[in-house]
């Protein structure tokens, strides 16, 4: 059912926990299957995700998903990272069953939201 790149980062999942003073922060749930997924980005001043973590409640895919978005977006630029599409999250992971897209969804919804957040906060700023 699930590839071993879902399985190594559903049993491994990298880049959990929070981040002190998190540039953004980006939370999305679904309310079918109850999968929710919280994302923090620091940012620095080259517009470069320096480190991202991820916090999710959800089935092996959710999980997975999650840490594959992480990896794919630690050290590359905001404009990079927004490119970022739940097509390419469920590919890098070898596919995912079709009954399980929706996961992928969650986790470039979660990474697109936090760097809405930061650009947010970063106008406010600037204002």
């Known amino acids: 059912m699930y590839s071993q790149k879902v399985m190594d980062h559903f049993m ?10 998190a540039s953004g922060v980006g939370e999305v749930g679904n309310p079918v299957c109850g999968d929710i997924m919280h994302i923090e980005i620091k940012v620095n001043d080259e517009d470069i995700i320096e480190d991202i973590k991820f916090n999710t409640f959800g089935c092996a895919a959710a999980i997975a998903t999650s840490s594959m978005v992480t990896e794919m977006v630690k050290g590359k630029t905001l404009e990079e990272a927004e490119r970022i599409t739940n097509r390419a999250v469920a590919e890098a992971l070898d596919g995912l069953p079709e009954v399980k897209m929706h ?3 969650l986790a470039a919804d979660a990474l697109h939201e936090a760097i809405k957040d930061y650009m947010a906060k970063r106008e406010t700023a600037s204002a």
């Not at 491994?12 to 003073?21: A, E, F, M, S, T």
């Open 103 to 105: 996961c992928s969804n």
């Open 12 to 21: 491994n999942p990298r880049n959990v926990g929070k981040i002190d003073l």
